[in-house]
């Protein structure tokens, strides 16, 4: 864990302590490495448990957790789905519980999305006082002062602080900043680490350069 006093030499010391950048300037490009990061890979991610109530089909979730990527009740993996697939296919499924019986199952197994902290869930659990768990991506960390701190690895916070000089380098523009173009890539090429599913969009094919037979091979 370092805190943004140590992370900002560590930035200098890439230009050799020449910074051709204020400490705002730094700030901002560092901050923007952290949140384009966290949008590529989902690096940040937290687990929040929420109590059904009886009959209820709408929940809310923290607003620090910006999408979701696992639902389950009791421990049972819920799959996902849409509020039109539900509107299409069930007519009265804002009615149905867990205790409406026939081809209505007796515990939730769907989720849908309606906003990024509201959430449908189907059917209604009946009894209440069950466990939802989710697993998604949280906000990302920001830093502010010199004593703010970020919970990174070394070889995390290294393509981040490159990220942040190939921002910085396009106030000088020209070939200094194509020539932190591998800075950039690098940065890309580790967030696609982490979340593999991001080399198979087409901005980051076309960032890194890719057709599908290249792709293929990575």
């Keep these: 864990m370092a805190t943004w006093a140590t992370i900002r030499l560590r930035l200098q010391d890439k230009v050799e302590q020449k910074p051709f950048w204020d400490n705002q300037e730094a700030l ?7 949140l384009f990061y966290n949008l590529l890979s ?4 937290r687990r929040v448990t929420v109590l059904t109530i009886a009959n209820q089909i709408e929940y809310v979730l923290p607003a620090t957790m910006l999408y979701r990527t696992r639902f389950a009740f009791n421990n049972y993996p819920m ?3 849409g509020r039109e697939d539900f509107n299409l296919g069930r007519r009265n499924w804002r009615a149905e519980t867990t205790l409406t019986g ?7 197994t769907f989720w849908a999305p309606i906003s990024l902290q509201l959430v449908y869930i189907w059917p209604a ?3 209440g006082g069950n466990t939802l768990t989710v697993d998604g991506v949280s906000a990302t960390p920001v830093v502010v002062e010199d004593g703010d701190t970020v919970d990174l ?5 290294n393509v ?10 396009f106030k000088k523009g020209g070939a200094y900043f194509a020539n932190t173009g591998p800075l950039f890539k690098a940065f890309l090429l580790d967030a696609a680490e982490v979340n593999g599913l991001i080399k198979t969009t087409t901005l980051y094919r076309r960032l890194m350069g890719l057709d599908w037979r290249s792709l293929k091979k990575l």
């Design 28 to 34: 901002d490009a560092f901050n923007e490495g952290l």
């Design 42 to 45: 989902g690096f940040w991610r």
């Design 79 to 81: 799959s996902p789905s």
């Design 102 to 108: 026939g081809d209505v199952p007796t515990r939730p």
């Design 125 to 127: 659990d009946a009894a």
């Design 153 to 157: 690895g070394d070889e995390t916070l």
């Design 160 to 169: 981040i602080l490159g990220y942040a000089l190939h921002a910085l380098s």
